[in-house]
């Protein structure tokens, strides 16, 4: 099967400090996805993205936080300055489109565990 | 996303069928009902998704009933690799939303 991959698998970084997170969706997807995962928490919706735009952002993706999709394979995301609280499991998911607008199946990669010190 | 609402947890032992029911009284018209599993520190995997009546693929089966306020996850004889956290979403744009809180299931020997 498919698989979505990201790196790194685990980012260790200073408070403060800019970082970017990389993801490669499946290749003949179209929609592209930021979620995390607090631990012990629920998964939480950040951004979805299609057609190089950001199609919607929950109010946890705030001006610290962007997206960018820089050459038709990688996904990234940014956060400029992070936060203690920032520390979670970033997982990214692509879909391959949607059917009438319903929901699709969504593929997710393994995670990078974000540790902010 | 409809509000779903699941069972905290569940345990089980190998071989035995687990059913797991997720309750989604304001389920809209167009609504699908979706189910990931997710394990340990790794991203959430699909596993079945219906509309009505029953649908069956190689893992699992979902049960919807006609009135289709509720759903039923259902693994046949599972194993001690089936222990993880399965999350029902229902709605159209599932992936524009937060997970639930998931049902943890336990598989014990």
């Known amino acids: 099967e498919p698989e979505v991959t990201q790196t790194p698998s685990h980012q260790v970084t200073q408070m403060g400090q800019e970082v970017i997170l990389r993801c490669v969706p499946i290749?003949?997807?179209?929609?592209f996805y930021w979620y995390r995962q607090i631990l012990g928490q629920k998964v939480e919706f950040l951004v979805s993205f299609y057609n190089n735009e950001i199609s919607e952002k929950s109010e946890i993706f705030d001006d610290q936080f962007s997206v960018e999709r820089p050459d038709g394979s990688n996904f990234t995301l940014k956060i400029r300055s992070t936060k203690l609280e920032d520390s979670a499991m970033y997982f990214c998911?692509?879909?391959?489109?949607?059917?009438?607008?319903?929901?699709?199946?969504?593929?997710f990669g393994s995670g990078t565990q974000l540790s902010v010190l | 996303l409809a509000k779903t609402t699941q069972p905290i947890s569940m345990d089980s032992y190998e071989g035995q069928e687990v059913n797991i029911t997720c309750s989604h009284n304001?389920?809209?018209?167009?609504?699908?009902i979706t189910w990931y599993q997710q394990f340990p520190s790794q991203g959430p995997r699909f596993i079945i998704q219906g509309y009505k009546t029953k649908v069956t693929n190689e893992v699992a089966s979902l049960f919807i009933p006609a009135d289709r306020k509720s759903s039923t996850l259902s693994l046949p004889r599972v194993s001690l690799s089936d222990t993880a956290v399965y999350y029902c979403l229902v709605g159209r744009e599932a992936g524009k939303s937060t997970f639930g809180d998931g049902t943890t299931l336990t598989v014990k020997p």
């Open positions: 290749s003949n997807h179209l929609y």
């Open positions: 998911a692509s879909m391959v489109g949607k059917r009438q607008g319903l929901s699709e199946k969504l593929f």
């Open positions: 304001n389920i809209a018209t167009n609504d699908y």
